[in-house]
Nanobody, 126 residues
Framework: QVQLVESGGRLVQAGGSLRLSCVVS????????MAWFRQAPGKDREFVAA????????AYADSVKGRFAISRDNAKNTVYLQMNNLKPEDTAVYYC???????????????????WGQGTQVTVSS
C-alpha cells in the first residue's frame, strides 16, 4: 500500500519560513519523481515544485521561484519543501505527489501524478 504523509504545515506570519516534509512508503522512493502541489479554497490544485528521482533536476512554478526549494533524502524516503519569505497568497493545503518518470523542467499538472498524500495546511497571516 502506497502512503504519502505530509507534515510541517502551520500558521506563520508573512515573511516567515516553513519546511514541509513528506514521508513515502510502499513504493521504490528513489525511482520516483516527487512534487508539491497546493490548493487554496475555491481554486484548482496548482503545481509548486518537482524533483527528479536523483534530486539532480528540479522544476518550480514562477510564483515560488527564488523563495521555495524542493529537496529529497532517498535514504529517508522523504521529500521536503523549504518555503521562505512566505506571503498570504501562499496560504493553501499543500500536497506531495509521486510519479514514476521525470517529465522535464516544466509546469506539471495534477493529472501527471499517480500517488498523493492527504495534505497539510499552511496559513500565512499578513
Amino acid at each position: 500500500q502506497v502512503q504519502l504523509v505530509e507534515s510541517g504545515g502551520r500558521l506563520v506570519q508573512a515573511g516567515g519560513s516553513l519546511r514541509l516534509s513528506c514521508v513515502v512508503s510502499g513504493l521504490t522512493f528513489s525511482s520516483y519523481t516527487m512534487a508539491w502541489f497546493r490548493q487554496a479554497p475555491g481554486k484548482d490544485r496548482e503545481f509548486v515544485a518537482a524533483i527528479s528521482w536523483s534530486g539532480g533536476s528540479t522544476a518550480y512554478a514562477d510564483s515560488v521561484k527564488g523563495r521555495f526549494a524542493i529537496s529529497r533524502d532517498n535514504a529517508k524516503n522523504t521529500v521536503y519543501l523549504q518555503m521562505n519569505n512566505l506571503k498570504p497568497e501562499d496560504t493553501a493545503v499543500y500536497y506531495c505527489a509521486a510519479r514514476d518518470t521525470w517529465g522535464g523542467n516544466r509546469r506539471y499538472e495534477a493529472t501527471d501524478f499517480t500517488h498523493w498524500g492527504q495534505g497539510t495546511q499552511v496559513t500565512v497571516s499578513s
